[in-house]
């Protein structure tokens, strides 16, 4: 297992980047990363997570967390993912079928995982077993670079399980420090950088809430499927749907955002062209 809270310096020799919900839509990255000529000696790619279940490419998303320019944070397929796994990573337990069929994860695009399975020897296969340690090493917050050139990673948010006010309802880079320094957070907060939509699905957040949060860096997250990019208190969301083009025609599809550039790149199953698309994200003065 690994801390909570990763700490990395900016880049200098190269660009950052970061991608949406993958969610087994590993061609259509791969597509992405080619239009852009990502270097993998200098570029870095930073995932919000949930790089599993649903798409076509579910375990060859997850074996880009053995590249060393890939950095990911958990997602809440991930947590799940892990939930059913545990036994099995600590003590060689597998599943039973009455627990792999009633878990969540099958009730949410998990299916994939019945391919890996060696029932002769009661056992997953040695490529998932890979997989399954490094999902286990993953991140909930990566926090990178210093002053103005900071941003976070994260999959959901950063929002407070009780607040009040606008000015008090998202945790600041003063409290992620304070987080990384004691290496630990709260479970209302992990449970927070999971699952809550409270921002990007909130018609008060629509309404009231301004793009940038004073105190709090940019921080890029997903999980709340649109077909756009959206910036609520500092968090850019960047989950337009990749796995929902695999068999419809609409304007869902993946997104990699390169920060240096302040320009998105964007494909899907169905629109099999890479789009480019100017977009300014507002930070802290």
């Not at 839509?25 to 852009?36: I, N, T």
């Not at 994939?112 to 040695?126: C, G, K, R």
Request: glycine share 4%; hydrophobic share 40%; proline share 4%.
């Amino acid at each position: 297992m690994s801390l909570p809270i990763q700490k990395l310096p900016s880049n200098h020799l190269g660009k950052d980047y970061i991608v949406g919900d993958l969610h087994g839509c590993f061609s259509l990255l791969d597509r992405l990363m080619k239009d852009v000529s990502f270097d993998k000696d200098h570029d870095r790619l930073f995932s919000v997570g949930d790089l599993i279940d649903r798409g076509p490419e579910s375990l060859r998303c997850l074996q880009l967390l053995a590249d060393p320019w890939f950095y990911a944070v958990k997602g809440n397929h991930e947590d799940m993912f892990l939930e059913l796994f545990m036994p099995y990573l600590l003590d060689n337990k597998l599943p039973s079928s009455s627990v792999l069929n009633n878990s969540s994860i099958m009730d949410n695009g998990g299916e994939w995982i019945i391919d890996y399975i060696n029932q002769a020897q009661q056992a997953m296969s040695v490529e998932f077993d890979n997989a399954l340690e490094l999902v286990a090493k993953m991140p909930l917050i990566y926090i990178v670079g210093d002053a103005e050139h900071r941003f976070h990673v994260i999959h959901a948010e950063l929002t407070k399980p009780k607040a009040y006010s606008i000015d008090n309802l998202v945790y600041l880079d003063i409290d992620i420090d304070q987080f990384f320094i004691n290496g630990t957070i709260s479970y209302d907060l992990e449970d927070r950088l999971y699952w809550s939509r409270s921002l990007m699905k909130s018609a008060a957040a629509d309404l009231y809430y301004p793009k940038v949060q004073k105190g709090l860096s940019t921080t890029f997250c997903g999980h709340t499927i649109a077909s756009n990019i959206r910036q609520k208190l500092s968090h850019v969301c960047l989950d337009t749907g990749a796995s929902m083009s695999v068999n419809v025609d609409n304007d869902y599809g993946l997104v990699l955002y390169d920060i240096k550039e302040s320009q998105y790149f964007w494909i899907s199953f169905q629109k099999n062209k890479v789009n480019r698309i100017s977009h300014h994200i507002e930070k802290t003065p």
